[in-house]
T-cell receptor
Framework: DQQVKQNSPSLSVQEGRISILNCDYT??????FLWYKKYPAEGPTFLIS?????DKNEDGRFTVFLNKSAKHLSLHIVPSQPGDSAVYFC?????????????FGTGTKLQVIP | KAGVTQTPRYLIKTRGQQVTLSCSPI?????VSWYQQTPGQGLQFLFE???????NKGNFPGRFSGRQFSNSRSEMNVSTLELGDSALYLC????????????FGEGSRLTVL
């Protein structure tokens, strides 16, 4: 039972353009959502997060949008840079587990073409 | 500030053996979580420890166990290894339990032959 789904295993974008990574979830108890980035041979690193009481959070080139009614969130990267090429994991958690039982999606591999 | 340290980085075992993986969290972090990463499955939550107590547990068989010491260092053990246990095992730490913002180590790559 995949509670967090990333239906696009890969995405290619030209440098300077917008990258949009999508994620869907099924568990209504999730109240905190995160994106992690992972380079080969490294552990995932936290990128940006959003609480369920918000619908948008912005940090520099990265913006996360949350649509609770659709149980959908997306990560926008503008402008995309070659260094953004990595695997991006969508993740969700809930206060009931102390926010520590984090459920991850299967990841989307982003390639930014120079 | 030192990051999360996992040892060993790589190991090869045979079916039926057991393995112990170690994780040293970032100084001051008291929560340690373990995840299994396999191709196509993403990161699967194993368990979380805080103040030496298991607080959360994922859907893994009893062959997977863990513990946390008073200095917050953690170990996980897998007994009676199966071929399907081949994976990257990631440890993550966090200072508190108010967010899901985790700091990951580089992982221990386990190969079961």
């Amino acid at each position: 039972d995949q509670q967090v789904k990333q239906n696009s295993p890969s995405l290619s974008v030209q440098e300077g353009r917008i990258s949009i990574l999508n994620c869907d979830y099924t568990n209504s108890m999730f109240d905190y959502f995160l994106w992690y980035k992972k380079y080969p041979a490294e552990g995932p690193t936290f990128l940006i997060s959003i609480s369920s009481i918000k619908d948008k959070n912005e940090d520099g080139r990265f913006t996360v949008f949350l649509n609770k009614s659709a149980k959908h969130l997306s990560l926008h990267i503008v402008p995309s840079q070659p260094g953004d090429s990595a695997v991006y994991f969508c993740a969700a958690t809930e206060s009931g587990g102390g926010y520590q039982k984090v459920t991850f999606g299967t990841g989307t591999k982003l390639q930014v073409i120079p | 500030k030192a990051g999360v340290t996992q040892t060993p980085r790589y190991l090869i075992k045979t079916r039926g053996q057991q393995v112990t993986l170690s994780c040293s969290p970032i100084s001051g972090h008291r929560s340690v979580s373990w995840y299994q990463q396999t191709p196509g499955q993403g990161l699967q939550f194993l368990f979380e420890y805080f103040s030496e107590t298991q607080r959360n547990k994922g859907n893994f068989p009893g062959r997977f166990s863990g513990r946390q010491f008073s200095n917050s260092r953690s170990e996980m053990n897998v007994s009676t290894l199966e071929l399907g246990d081949s994976a990257l095992y990631l440890c993550a730490s966090s200072r508190d339990r108010n967010t899901g913002e985790l700091f990951f180590g580089e992982g221990s790559r386990l190969t079961v032959l």
